[in-house]
């Protein structure tokens, strides 16, 4: 069961090459994209995850009572 709209299109992408592999493809050639991908994933899944923790350093953290001024957000951030 699917979407009738989608399914010509999910067709279209399992069946290219690049996103399963021609079989005519060198290991040497596939090691290379494969290990571009995932590190290219990596470092995106990091970057979004350093940001999360900023914002919330910065946005979510209680401040302290009486504590007024920039000095709290560079201690948040510090600590984040």
Request: glycine share 12%; charged share 15%; aromatic share 4%.
């Amino acid at each position: 069961m699917g979407v009738p709209i989608l399914e010509p299109l999910l067709d279209r992408l399992v069946a290219h090459p690049w996103l399963i592999g021609d079989p005519r493809t060198p290991g040497a050639v596939l090691g290379r994209r494969v290990r571009w991908t995932t590190t290219a994933a990596i470092v995106l899944a990091n970057l979004g995850g350093a940001a999360v923790v900023i914002s919330f350093a910065l946005l979510v953290l209680p401040k302290p009572d009486g504590v007024v001024g920039p000095d709290v957000t560079w201690s948040n951030l510090g600590l984040a």
